[in-house]
């Protein structure tokens, strides 16, 4: 069965309302076992487009991965490359700001983990926590002391216009210089998430991944619900867009990741480099000499 990349697609200027995304997988995504042989199928076209981006050395890919606790960040990331070559992929987790990443800008951190030519960069959590987290918790804003804003009362609608403006030029200076960026909000329902959580408690190999603060959090739903639309709606570009993806099946939502990954990959259309005719002329000379070996 086929996906449409394009119905979990956010247009550049598109106002989102996320209670209108669906989170469920239809019912002829409902088979988890047929997802990850789809998944699987997916998983070894990146791992030969990766190979040729590798080779090329001219264009990278990174990959946000954005979501609320318990959305499948973690899963995703590993289910999908699992089966890439590990030579050309490289994943970054963000997690609260150290003391000196506080002494820089709040970009300087993503900038150090920007994927280098011929590689696929996966970030788990991103910069747009500096429009997620910080819009729902304002306070942290005042941590990153900065000149013009000295009261939590700056850190208004106008603070996060200019964020989003600062956001897209940035992740447009990337595309100029030859790094492809999709951004993925793994959209999954609150049911779901006290679901995942309660299982997270229940199994000890999981309990590491919960934390009371995690519970904390889901008293905000409907605070960073809007964070997350109004993150979507203002920093969605035709060169760096976001996708909505839905998540309570898990399976249905990486096949949908992957695809879109394939589909970048394709588009951006690597190529094998070209070896020099004075270098292929000594190629064929050492094959013949290979040849010729007693």
Known sequence: MKIDIEKFLVKEGKKVNLKEYDTKAPKEFKDKEENKESLKKAIEDIDTLQNVLYAENRQSLLIIFQGIDAAGKDSSIRAIMTGVNPQGVEVSSFKTPSSVEYEHDYLWR?????????????????????????????????????????????????????????????EEYLHNNGMQVIKFFLNVSKSEQK???????????????????????????????KAFSAALENTSTEHSPWFIIPCDTKSYAQLIMAEIIKKTLKNMNPKFPKVPEQEEKELQAAYQDLLNEK
């Not at 150090?112 to 987290?133: A, D, T, W």
């Open 110 to 170: 993503h900038m150090l983990k920007l994927p280098e030519r011929g590689r696929i960069g996966i970030f788990n959590r991103s910069h747009y926590e500096n429009v997620l987290v910080c819009r729902v918790h304002p306070e942290f804003i005042l941590k990153e002391n900065l000149p013009h804003v000295k009261d939590i009362k700056d850190v208004n609608d106008e603070f996060f216009e200019r964020r989003y403006h600062e956001i897209k030029n940035f």
């Open 195 to 225: 679901k995942r959580f309660i299982e997270r408690i229940k199994e000890r190999e999981k309990n590491w991944k919960f934390s009371s603060a995690d519970l904390k959090e889901r008293t905000f739903w409907n605070e960073y619900q």
